[in-house]
């Protein structure tokens, strides 16, 4: 099964103050009374003490499902099946069990069953719209983020077109045309055996004792500390991410080669092209076909790896990674 490292919302005051605004909402709604008139009556508070909790665990219910949802039926590649499931799970859900809730509520506290009184006319229906609503903000988070982080990849994108032609002007500069074409011939044969035999190095920071490297956020920019935060590296197209061990995923503006050149020592390992990956998420290893390496995770960080490309070292780190994993 494939893992999408979740957003990270960051939203519990959030939720906090909108169950407690909606609570007050439902309570006051219908009765004629003004918000300050009704602070000077006790039962005010209790009704609002339990709509309150209500409201909270209806928040946590769609806050809960949105993540779990994030991690495998994320709404860009999954998006019909994603839709289906917040429907059911996300709003259908949250209504079933806040209908049974005051349910039992009017059965064991009210003494009157709960068609009998005003509430499923009057107020169930605003909690309806409240767990509509609280999905609709989760979702637009979602493609909020997604965007800055389409934004982002474009600006990367025109970074690194502007750094090939800062690089080609400068070897025009310095190479006749004739001697530049044949480097450039030899270098494109050449160029997967050098990619592999720098795939081995290991990661230090440069410059830096801290370790901490700066990721786009989504919102902001993160710090992070690379040693003890940082689970793996790794390419996808022409965007280069890090995944934590908490799993969540970032994009870097920098490449592979670069953190490769920041960093080295015995922690880190690239395992082939697209990934580097961190000693502390490794439990073992395995030989695979044709001289090839399976790695085992450790099983609390196994569902942030989705495919065999973040589990195998290539048959040119085969014996450096043995030497590396055992020292």
């Known amino acids: 099964m494939q893992t999408h490292p979740t957003i990270r919302y960051n939203n519990f005051a959030f939720r906090i103050v909108g169950s407690l605004v909606v609570s007050i ?130 600006q990367n994108e025109m970074r690194t077109k502007d750094k090939e032609i800062i690089l080609l002007a400068e070897e025009k500069k310095e190479i006749e045309p004739v001697v530049l074409a044949a480097e450039k011939e030899e270098a494109t044969l050449e160029q997967p055996e050098a990619e592999d035999a720098v795939r081995g190095n290991m990661l230090q920071e440069e410059g830096s004792n801290n370790g901490l490297i700066t990721v786009n956020g989504g919102f902001d920019t993160i710090e992070l500390d690379v040693m003890n935060e940082v689970c793996y590296f790794y390419r996808s197209g022409r965007s280069n991410w890090v995944v934590t061990f908490s799993g969540n995923r970032y994009l870097v503006s920098k490449t592979l080669k670069e953190f490769e050149e920041a960093f080295f020592g015995g922690q880190f390992f690239r395992i082939n092209r697209g990934v580097i990956i961190n000693r502390t998420a490794l439990e073992k290893y395995e030989e695979g076909k044709h001289r090839r390496l399976v790695l085992k995770l450790k099983p609390e960080y196994e569902k942030f790896c989705s495919g065999e490309d973040f589990v195998t070292v290539s048959q040119r780190n085969y014996s450096m990674f043995k030497s590396w994993f055992e020292q």
């Open 25 to 154: 909402f439902i309570t006051l709604f219908g009765t004629g009374s003004s918000f300050f008139v009704a602070l000077k009556y006790p039962s005010f508070y209790l009704v609002v003490g339990l709509s309150f909790l209500v409201a909270l665990l209806l928040t946590y219910c769609v806050h809960y499902v949105t993540i779990q949802l994030d991690k495998d039926f994320d709404w860009q590649r999954k998006p019909y099946r994603r839709a289906g499931l917040q429907l059911s799970l996300g709003v259908l859900l949250p209504v079933v069990l806040a209908y049974y809730i005051m349910m039992l509520y009017f059965k064991y506290f009210d003494g009157r069953d709960i068609h009998d009184s005003q509430y499923m006319l009057i107020d169930f229906p605003h909690m309806v719209y409240f767990i509509i609503m609280l999905n609709l903000y989760y979702v637009i988070h979602y493609l909020v983020v997604e965007l800055m982080v389409m934004y982002h990849l474009w």
